[in-house]
């Protein structure tokens, strides 16, 4: 039996990015060949040291994830860059490279999309046959996912009620597409946008985005996975899709591991911006779980559409979305009648500034100050949208993921 973690004792952490040619930065589908070349088998799979390698949906992402639960952060801000360096040496040959970002600026999914052939090829076929994977949606989306443990129940419901809590706000720090088809999409988080209708022909599967109140495993199998599975057997009549792996809410329960996994986060342009990132909302689920702003009972009470509205917005405008609701603003200490997200987050990181590591700090203060990777992507272009113009910004993160530094 796997050993099971208390809350926060451990964190998983999974970047994903797209492989890209080094001249054009068009996609390279060829994570099969990297990870071949990595390991010397075609498992799919490949550790190296505390971080591992392994494929997606498509074949032109490539995960790297910390190979067994991290007891601390430390020590990862050198893992994940060290890794990224080896992974670019190994695509020299093909004349590729790894780049940032929640969605690249210009795939034609339609005529680009190659989803992965082995080991869970039936998987993803059959995934492919419900809903078409060849969309922004499924095959043109990098994500960060934090994965945190519970241990029982009791865990389970506080670490369920503080998630929810936090979701709407993570586009306001976190959005890095602003850009599909070659143009702006309208969106700052366009990867979130497409996500939460990728699955509309079922929508069980996603919900709102934001999971329901449900704070116990029996109430949450069925509350969510019993209609999840219901929905789903008209087009799965073999029971190959599973439930854990159908859920796709912005933070799903992995009772078969004892843990939450929270995916809203776009990928960002190094793994110390993420790893910031990541830092900064485990401070703020610690506090909410020790209902430092709101008794544990006044956060089971909110509602997903309530959430879900604050969630859309903050997809749509990121920092410079409008929160006009007072009742979720007095949840954070913040007495008004609206305020933008970008204020709640510089209010937020005022408190939380002195429980997270200088480094993240400085990291969290440039966001802040700068803005999201999405409005410095925007900033850099200055108006040029020619492909000529992306191309010179996007090797700049490029460059940036190398270096593990910062952009714009």
């Known amino acids: 039996m796997k050993q ?43 550790e190296n040291g505390r971080v591992a390698w392994s494929n997606e949906l498509v074949t032109h992402v490539i995960e790297l994830k910390t190979a067994f639960p991290a007891v601390s952060l430390g020590g990862l801000d050198n893992d994940f860059p060290d890794n990224i360096k080896r992974v670019n040496q190994l695509l020299e040959k093909y004349n590729g490279k790894l780049m940032p970002g929640g969605a690249h600026p210009w795939m034609n999914p339609k005529h680009e999309t190659r989803l992965w052939e082995s080991g869970k090829s039936n998987v993803y076929s059959l995934y492919n046959s419900i809903f078409d994977c060849m969309r922004h949606g499924w095959s043109n989306l990098q994500s960060t996912h934090i994965n945190l443990p519970v241990a029982d129940d009791e865990e389970f419901g506080r670490l369920h009620a503080a998630i929810r809590l936090i979701l709407p706000l993570l586009p306001a720090i976190a959005a890095s597409s602003p850009l599909l088809n070659g143009e702006l999409s309208g969106f700052m988080d ?7 209708n990728n699955q509309s022909r079922i929508p069980s599967i996603v919900g709102s985005v934001i999971p329901e109140a449900v704070f116990s495993e029996a109430d949450y199998y069925s509350g969510i996975y019993k209609r999840i599975l219901s929905d789903i057997k008209p087009f799965d009549k073999d029971g190959v899709l599973k439930h854990h792996f159908l859920n796709s809410r912005g933070a799903i329960a992995r009772f078969d591991r004892g843990a939450i ?32 702003f709101i008794s544990y009972s006044e956060q089971k009470k909110w509602h997903e559409s309530d959430l879900s509205c604050i969630l859309l917005n903050c997809i749509n405008d990121a920092e410079n ?24 987050w510089k209010h937020l990181f005022d408190i939380l500034k002195d429980d997270i590591s200088e480094p993240s700090a400085a990291v969290i203060k440039h966001i802040i100050d700068k803005g999201t990777l999405s409005t410095r992507i925007i900033r850099a272009l200055n108006g ?20 593990n530094q910062l952009f714009g």
Not at 4 to 23: P, Q
Not at 190 to 196: A, D, H, I, K, T
Not at 268 to 280: F, G, R, V, Y
Not at 325 to 340: D, N, Q, R, T
């Open 4 to 46: 099971r973690f208390s809350l926060f004792d451990v964190t998983g952490v999974e970047l994903e990015y797209m492989i890209v040619d080094k001249d054009t930065l068009d996609i390279m589908p060829i994570s099969e060949s990297l990870l071949h070349d990595a390991s010397g088998d075609n498992s799919g799979y490949f």
């Open 190 to 196: 366009s990867r979130l946008e497409c996500y939460r």
């Open 261 to 292: 996994e929270i995916r809203l986060l776009d990928i960002q342009e190094c793994p110390s911006a993420d790893l910031a990132i990541i830092e900064l909302i485990i401070s703020l689920l610690k506090r909410l779980i020790d209902e430092e």
């Open 321 to 344: 979305a409008l929160i006009e609701s007072p009742k979720y603003l007095s949840v954070w200490g913040i007495e008004e009648s609206l305020a933008s997200s970008s204020a709640v």
């Open 384 to 403: 040029d949208y020619s492909r000529i113009n992306m191309q010179k910004v996007y090797n700049k993160l490029c460059t940036a993921l190398e270096s």
